[in-house]
Nanobody, 123 residues
Framework: QVQLVESGGGLVQPGGSLRLSCTPS????????IGWFRQAPGKEREWVSC????????YYADSVKGRFTISRDNARNTVYLQMNSLKPEDTAVYYC????????????????WGQGTQVTVSS
């Protein structure tokens, strides 16, 4: 039983904020790089952000840089994605993903995925 569960999605007005959570079932996240992806209707899945296992380095897509923040709370075995200044273009299903990857970098591919949580930005 290895899986991830996302939560925190919902409906928010433009300029608002949401915080997504990613929690595992069956393993601890200490040595797993965690990535966030999103997919809007009719579009390809897009990489959003990731956090490394060594040093907690953060990486962001240009489209969200300065607005989103990824963080890891090892005590709670949870990774968060804080999303501020949300735009309608951020509307998508958001997925978290994990791979055992002990590095200051993030992997190109991931092994474990959640089912996704819907984020809708609309007035």
């Amino acid at each position: 039983q290895v899986q991830l569960v996302e939560s925190g999605g919902g409906l928010v007005q433009p300029g608002g904020s949401l915080r997504l959570s990613c929690t595992p079932s069956g393993f601890t996240l200490d040595y797993y790089a965690i990535g966030w992806f999103r997919q809007a209707p009719g579009k390809e899945r897009e990489w959003v952000s990731c956090i490394s296992t060594s040093g907690g380095r953060e990486y962001y897509a240009d489209s969200v840089k300065g607005r989103f923040t990824i963080s890891r709370d090892n005590a709670r075995n949870t990774v968060y994605l804080q999303m501020n200044s949300l735009k309608p273009e951020d509307t998508a299903v958001y997925y978290c993903a994990a791979r055992y990857y002990r590095s200051t970098y993030c992997p190109r591919e991931y092994d474990y995925w959640g089912q996704g949580t819907q984020v809708t930005v609309s007035s």
